[in-house]
């Protein structure tokens, strides 16, 4: 299973419009964050985990030309404005893409792209059926029906609002959150790689700070943890260099191997 870190930023991406700062400015590529994705590619799917405002060039960036399932993590803005550009990936498959989101957040991705869930008349629109798991379940191939692959939404919380990481095998993507319960931490054992909200030093009401989300990572344990959805406040090269062992900042196109166990060990 091959992971990418498509897009590792704040809700404002980074740099921030206006902004003249150190890390708004700095020529390491490491500190242009755009908005928070992720590319999962196992048992020959492909995976895409949330739609921002930067998915159309992040595509074009990771040369991905194929979308099997969407996974929604929450409904704000900087996760999912950017669902219209799946349309390019109908193209050359019209087979519906299955999209996955908590109750709570397809209730607004209804409403957010009527034409497409509600109406879905106008011609050339993107084919997307919704889905609200409860539980793990089974994404299938559009381009191979036989292939498929295991994901179990893992509920966390992001200030007071409830909304899905999701894990696939031995790895585990919680982004925008700052509680985890402790079922959730039960379902993220055995992690070989785990990707973690930590959105600055000093706190805040729906993230994770750093120093949290460094206690959190050592209490699930994964091998390896990067951090995601950074502001303009974390220089990569000195904040990645004062981490701990085995935790490190992700960066936009960052790239891991993970294992994944075939479909039938669950
Ligand atoms: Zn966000
Ligand atoms: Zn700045
Ligand atoms: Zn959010």
Known sequence: MKVTLLGTGTSTGVPIIGC????????????????CACLVETNGLHLVID?????RRQALQAQFKKVDAVLFTHHHFDHVVGLDDLRPFFFDNRSPIPCYARPNTAAVLRTM??????????????????????????VHGRYTPEA???VV?????HGKLPMYGYRI???????????????????????????????????????FTIQEAVETARRI??????????????????????L???????????SFHVSNPPPSAF
Do not use: W
């Open 113 to 138: 792209f009527h034409y497409i869930f509600t109406d879905g008349s106008y011609p050339g629109v993107s084919r997307l059926e919704l889905y609200e798991p409860e539980g793990p379940f089974r």
């Open 221 to 242: 344990g994964a091998r390896q943890t990067y951090f995601i959805h950074m502001t303009h406040s974390m220089l990569h090269a000195e904040e990645d260099a004062r």
């Open 51 to 55: 739609t921002g405002p930067d998915f």
């Open 20 to 35: 003249r700062c150190r890390v708004c400015t700095s020529k390491d590529p490491r500190d242009n964050r755009t908005r």
């Open 148 to 150: 498929a692959v295991d």
């Open 153 to 157: 939404p893992i509920e966390v919380y």
């Open 169 to 207: 095998g031995r790895f585990a993507y919680l982004t925008d959150t700052n509680r985890i319960p402790e079922r959730s931490f039960e379902q993220l054992r055995g992690l070989d790689v785990l990707v973690l909200d930590a959105l600055r030093h000093e706190p805040h009401q729906t993230h």
């Open 244 to 254: 701990p062992a085995g935790i490190n900042l992700g960066y936009d196109g960052l």
